[in-house]
């Protein structure tokens, strides 16, 4: 008897709140926000699906969370930034924490992401400015620098 390719269940994010299939979220890990996923049947996946789209908001926010990210790491720069800084956790996290800096860099006005008008695949129409530099480097400092020990 040959056995059925298509798994039966898919992967589910709590925190995104969002079912995926297995191809979709490598290592059970979520495509959009790098949370752990869990494993659940697929009547189960779609029930909690419809759940998750009646009692929340728009997706905006992680769309827009998700564009910040890809411009901040295209190129290999997450990489290059997360290999000199040398944090003492697993990539996504660090990836998800320095998107979060970002963000609220753009909110308090010392980043800034310049977007085309309409859409494009001339990546280098979608860049990342910032007002101030030194506070972006003062902040990775504060989030990343290891604890010096006292003595």
């Known amino acids: 008897m040959a056995k059925n390719p298509t798994p039966r269940t898919y992967q589910w994010c709590d925190t ?7 191809a979709d979220a490598p290592a059970g890990r979520c495509p959009v926000c790098g949370s752990g996923t869990r494993e659940m049947g697929k009547l189960a996946a779609l029930a909690r699906g419809f759940m998750a789209n009646e009692l929340s908001s728009s997706d905006l926010r992680t769309k827009h969370r998700q564009l910040v990210r890809l411009i901040w790491t295209r190129n290999g720069m997450g ?8 944090p003492d956790l697993p990539y996504n996290k660090f990836e998800a924490r320095v998107t979060d800096l970002l ?4 909110e308090e006005g010392w980043v800034r992401f310049v977007l085309p008008a309409a859409p494009s695949n001339d990546e280098a129409a979608y860049t990342l400015e910032f007002a101030d530099e030194d506070r972006f480097v003062r902040e990775l400092e504060a989030n990343f620098a290891p604890a010096v020990p006292e003595g």
């Open 103 to 106: 963000c609220q860099g753009a």
């Open 79 to 86: 990489e290059r930034y997360y290999r000199v800084i040398a």
């Open 16 to 22: 995104c709140r969002r079912s995926y299939d297995h």
